[in-house]
């Protein structure tokens, strides 16, 4: 299934790619890799290339969004309590990041899946199969510096940023611990997740 190419038109593609320069969009990533807030990994995660032949990071929006995607995901669901405890939460900071120059990313917000004729799975599905699919696909079909793509947690805007647009044109803040920062339990308070203490 990984193994067959997805070709995609290339008349659509270049109608999809818009210019966006994001500014204090909010990564949240393990405390384990505070020192590099650029750092890219391989990973498995919704749009990572199928076959590491390259690296991506993840933007929100805002701090609910990347809160929402990277702590909470689906890990509630059909649960009455939902609690994060503060040992867990603490593992884990966040960098505001912003570039100097606009990224050229393909926009799969609206109408741009059904266009390109693949699964709306791949942006918005639980199982990201389709999504590393498609990444793969325009990673290699185009000169895209990434995708951007709306949260299906929040609705919010959401960057995947490839490698080749890394490190040059971003800027990152030190990595600050999530419960550290003002809007934190906000943030959680928006997802219905109360901040707990260890006991």
Not at 134 to 145: G, H, K, N
Request: charged share 20%.
């Amino acid at each position: 299934e990984l193994r067959r190419r997805v070709t995609l038109d290339p008349d659509i593609l270049a109608d999809l790619a818009v210019e966006i320069t994001p500014k204090a969009y909010v990564r949240v990533t393990p405390m384990t890799h505070a020192a590099t807030p650029l750092g890219a990994g391989f990973g498995v995660t919704r749009f990572a290339s199928p076959t590491q032949a390259f690296r991506v990071i993840y933007l929100g929006q805002d701090l609910t969004t990347s809160v929402a995607e990277t702590l909470v995901r689906d890990r509630f669901q059909g649960k009455a309590t939902r609690k994060l405890l503060d040992v867990e939460a603490a593992t884990w900071g966040a960098t505001e990041v912003s570039a100097s120059a606009p990224l050229t990313l393909i926009d799969l917000r609206t109408t741009g899946l059904v266009r390109l004729g693949v699964s709306t799975e791949a942006a918005r599905g639980k199982a990201q199969g389709q999504g590393r699919k498609l990444s793969q696909a325009v990673y290699d079909q185009t000169d895209a510096q990434g995708l951007v793509y709306s949260s299906r947690l929040t609705g919010r805007t959401c960057i995947c940023v490839y490698d080749r647009a890394l490190p040059g044109g971003l800027g990152a803040s030190p990595v600050i611990e999530v419960t550290r920062l003002a809007g934190f339990v906000d943030a959680l308070r928006a997802l219905n997740v109360t901040l707990i203490a260890t006991p």
